[in-house]
């Protein structure tokens, strides 16, 4: 099955796996799984880090080449469909990086795995 993670998720992956649920940690263990990490969570991380709010031990790049493509996690990139669903996307949640990934899950149909309660005000199967 495929899940769509939210930044924080793949940050607590990464450098915090301990705050993971283990529902989530069976998940993204699970080799049949299908892990995604939007473009915009890669998009936000490089603005955050050029703001000095995120630091990495490594560049961006290198972070995604290790954690992400390493980690056999898969860079799921943006499509016009999911820009236009923006257009009526309500806003319950007013962060541009999440609404894209709320998009993008709600065309696609694919869980999103987030701490975040703002997402599941959406037509969106979400896991914490």
Known sequence: MKY???THVLL???NDPDKLSKNVRD???NEENEILVSIASIWEMA???SFGKLKLASSLSEFVEEQIIGN???VFNLNLQ???RLESLPYHHRDPFDRIIISQAICDDIPIITH???FCKYDISCIS
């Open 4 to 6: 769509l993670i939210d």
């Open 12 to 14: 607590w992956i990464v």
């Open 27 to 29: 998940i993204y263990l």
């Open 47 to 49: 603005i955050k880090i």
């Open 72 to 74: 056999k996690m898969q």
């Open 82 to 84: 999911s820009i236009y």
């Open 116 to 118: 975040d309660k703002e």
